[in-house]
């Protein structure tokens, strides 16, 4: 009884390994490509290397979706502004932080507590200022309205508006020197779309 077992076992392996085979040589046979699987490449507008942020530009892309057209413009104009001031965010404290770590302030820990206020005044002064660089509106067979758009601000604005409230501040002028500062401004931007 148990031999006759082990015969079952054995002819199902037997089967088993046969099959296989047979289907690994029809995959040698034909090789899949993406459209096979279901696959299909997304053109998303307003996006892509063009819309990326660069040393001259900082740049955002979004989209908003929505039953109503109005509505997924909105969205998506606010995404936009939320990411870009967010990256916006980002560059200025990195900027900030290397300046005031390449001088040799005695309070160094204070000037970064007023570059902080500094970043929050430039970024909502500056988003207010972007410029729409790209906006497509599409409708989905559901009738879903998609609206993308990607938002800009150059750096010669962005910089301009840093100094203008560094300068106007009295504890960050007398420590402020321009051209550090905009070196230090230049090489963060550089570092942008790497």
Request: one cysteine or more; charged letters at 25%.
């Amino acid at each position: 009884m148990k031999k006759n077992f082990l015969s079952v076992i054995n002819v199902f392996l037997l089967a088993g390994i046969v099959s296989m085979s047979m289907v690994s040589c029809k995959a040698k046979e034909k090789a899949l490509n993406s459209n096979d699987l279901g696959e299909v490449e997304l053109i998303i507008p307003c996006s892509g290397p063009d819309y990326q942020s660069n040393s001259k530009v900082l740049r955002y892309s979004a989209l908003g979706e929505s039953m109503d057209q109005m509505t997924a413009k909105k969205k998506a104009m606010s995404e936009a502004r939320a990411g870009l001031a967010a990256s916006l965010s980002t560059l200025v404290k990195g900027v900030t932080d290397n300046y005031v770590k390449s001088g040799n302030f005695n309070n160094a820990e204070e000037l970064m507590t007023r570059y902080e206020g500094l970043t929050r005044e430039v970024i909502d002064q500056s988003i207010n200022g972007s410029t729409v660089i790209c906006e497509k509106a599409t409708v989905t067979k559901s009738r879903t309205y998609k609206y993308y758009v990607c938002l800009e601000l150059g750096s010669n604005d962005i910089f301009e508006q840093i100094n203008k409230k560094a300068t106007s501040n009295e504890m960050l002028k007398v420590d402020y020197n321009y051209e550090k500062f905009k070196k230090t401004f230049e090489e963060e931007m550089s570092k942008l779309g790497k």
